[in-house]
């Protein structure tokens, strides 16, 4: 539907988006340029030089506010900018006065810093420029100035090696060296427990996140990532497929700007299995603001073109972007708003998302043929991108995803309080929780773990795991005055199932908060356990008949003494039932007694 839309768009279809003042001016005043402007096109700005510049902008103009919004692992402040017609900086005040929400973060990754450039000179001319206030009426606009406050002071010229400028930029990983752009669901960065609280703070409508990418060579001086149009939701998704996304690609066609998606395929050229959607799940920025019906965008300037056409890409996409959400507010407000009401009464919910390979668009792709010489280092062939050599094809695009795996959405969760980090980050992410008021037993749903795989090696400080399949089963199980009750009758249901779930991509399981219930504490000694277990089979038929059984099925299992006694420990009351039993518990069970958080 996308790439038809567009091509009808940019064939002059009557659903083209309506002509928007453009800046009257490309240079501001002398004592406005940012740093960028002021140096020689391959410059960005340090840290301190971007907060000065937008103090400056708060203290002279009443519409920018910029203020302290949490901390960082740099101890340094992670800062706020916000830009309306008349200096209303609240949220509160600012939904009522039925302005949409666009919050705009740079800087996750230090190194690639485009997005911090072209933000500095947006918020200038969103004030100064005739042509832009206007932007305002029905917008605010939040702007994270650097998000990675951490990696922005560790500055250097030589972490990003493929890339092509600026002279110098910050580090990619953080104070503790985290990815942030890997952290928003399991928090372990003070950046990302900050944003969190930003992002419940405002609610915005729409998100955006600065990269510059890695990868091939190509011709755009821009790609893009949308929040995945499936995971999204249905009302979302129409307008940002029917009406964002096509406006956004003839503007910037227009200026010289040709966008694609983000350019991920199997190989080195899309000729062969062609063009994949990027499926950004809650660790994510835009998946993770996806949870809270935000539309997201990350922006991914090409690392091999110069730095100043680079700036102006991501400031004409911004700039492009407000024009269309201006045009478009009522449509998105009601859009969101029929979200927010359907996510409230939806029942069942996604947990993971597989690729369907039998669906697929074409788009014209403009690329660089892949060819193969001698490398100079090996000897061997090496890969490179003729750029002498520049193509427009048709290839595939492969942009729809499925559910893999699903969930009916229980009543409420009870959480025990022993998991208080686990509490924590429901909290950030605007969860209501509740307290039992006195000791109560339930009969639940309860989850055990069955078979998973964990990367070998850390990944971003966790043993991430996956492909989990879990038991289900009614249980009664003991809960205690002050245990949480997460009830689903709340705005941000989505976000509590998605990582409360342990089957989820993203879940709190997957991230390693509950490992300590797959560990066993207690077992046996065989030389003692051999006349219990004898004495147990002699007093339950069953069981033998059950051992018995699975010797047949298994000649491997029939030669383990070891084994057949494994097998018979952990069908007898000394096995531990907390052993891999999931802690957090479903409930349907009607209302519980409880008091507030």
């Not at 406005?32 to 340090?46: S, V």
């Not at 964002?244 to 040709?258: A, I, V």
């Not at 056409?309 to 959400?325: C, G, S």
């Not at 560990?519 to 277990?533: G, I, L, T």
Request: aromatic share 12%; net charge neutral.
């Amino acid at each position: 539907m996308f790439s038809v839309l567009l091509a009808a768009l940019l064939a002059g279809s009557p659903t083209a988006t309506v002509p928007f003042p453009q800046p009257t001016s490309s240079v501001a005043a002398a004592d406005w340029l940012t740093p960028f402007e002021k140096g020689n096109g391959n410059t960005t700005a340090t840290y301190q030089e971007c907060i000065d510049y937008y103090q400056r902008l708060d203290t002279r103009y009443a519409e920018v506010t910029m203020r302290r919004a949490g901390t960082t692992d740099s101890g340094r402040p992670l800062h706020e900018v916000v830009i309306s017609a008349d200096g209303q900086n609240d949220p509160v005040g600012t939904r009522a006065a039925k302005r949409q929400v666009v919050l705009i973060q740079n800087g996750i990754h230090p190194g690639e810093p485009e997005g911090i450039d072209a933000s500095m000179m947006l918020a200038r001319d969103l004030v100064r420029e005739p042509a832009l206030r206007p932007l305002l009426d029905h917008l605010t606009v939040v702007i994270i100035p650097i998000y990675n406050v951490d990696g922005a002071l560790n500055r250097n010229s030589t972490s990003r090696a493929n890339q092509n400028g600026p002279e110098s930029f910050g580090f990619r990983g953080n104070a503790r060296n985290l990815d942030l752009n890997r952290d928003y669901v399991k928090q372990d960065s003070r950046n990302a427990q900050s944003f969190a609280d930003l992002i419940q703070k405002w609610q915005p409508e729409v998100f955006v996140d600065t990269h510059t990418s890695n990868g091939a060579d190509y011709q755009y001086t821009m790609t893009l990532i949308a929040t995945q149009k499936d995971k999204l939701h249905p009302a979302l998704s129409a307008y940002l497929t029917g009406r964002l996304l096509p406006s956004l690609y003839q503007g910037m066609e227009q200026r010289q700007w040709p966008l694609t998606p983000y350019v991920d395929f199997e190989g080195r050229t899309p000729d062969a299995r062609g063009l994949q959607g990027f499926l950004e799940t809650p660790r994510y920025s835009s998946g993770y603001a996806a949870l809270f019906n935000t539309i997201g965008f990350i922006t991914e300037t090409h690392m091999l073109k110069a730095y100043r056409p680079r700036v102006k890409a991501t400031y004409d996409f911004l700039y492009l972007l407000l024009q269309q959400l201006h045009l478009s507010a009522e449509e998105l407000g009601k859009a969101r708003a029929e979200a927010n009401r359907q996510t409230a009464a939806q029942q069942t919910f996604p947990l993971v998302w597989q690729l369907d390979t039998t669906r697929a668009e074409t788009l014209q792709f403009r690329g660089y043929e892949g060819r193969t010489k001698a490398s100079e280092v090996s000897g061997l062939p090496r890969l490179y991108y003729d750029q002498k050599a520049p193509y427009t094809k048709p290839v595939k695009y492969f942009n729809t995803f499925r559910p893999a795996v699903q969930v009916q959405a229980p009543q409420a969760y009870v959480l025990p309080q022993a998991w208080g980090e686990v509490a924590e980050r429901l909290r950030r992410g605007g969860v209501q929780l509740r307290r039992l008021s006195r000791d109560t037993t339930l009969t639940a749903e309860v989850y055990y773990l069955g078979d998973f795989a964990t990367v070998p090696r850390p990944y971003e400080g966790h043993y991430l795991h996956s492909r989990l399949q879990v038991r289900q089963e009614q249980q009664k199980q003991r809960f205690y005055r002050g245990d949480y009750v997460v009830s689903l009758d709340q705005p941000h249901r989505r976000f509590a199932i998605e990582t409360l779930e342990p089957q989820a991509t993203d879940s709190f399981f997957a991230w390693g908060f509950f490992d300590s219930v797959l560990q066993q504490k207690e077992h046996f000694s065989d030389y003692v356990f051999e006349d219990v277990a004898a004495d147990l089979l002699r007093r339950d038929p069953k069981l033998r008949q059950q051992l018995e059984e699975r010797k047949k099925a298994d000649p491997a299992f029939a030669k383990s003494a070891s084994a057949q006694l494994e097998f018979v420990y952990r069908h007898s009351p000394y096995y531990e039932p907390s052993h891999l039993r999931y802690p957090v518990v479903r409930w349907q069970g009607g209302a519980l007694n409880t008091t507030g958080d």
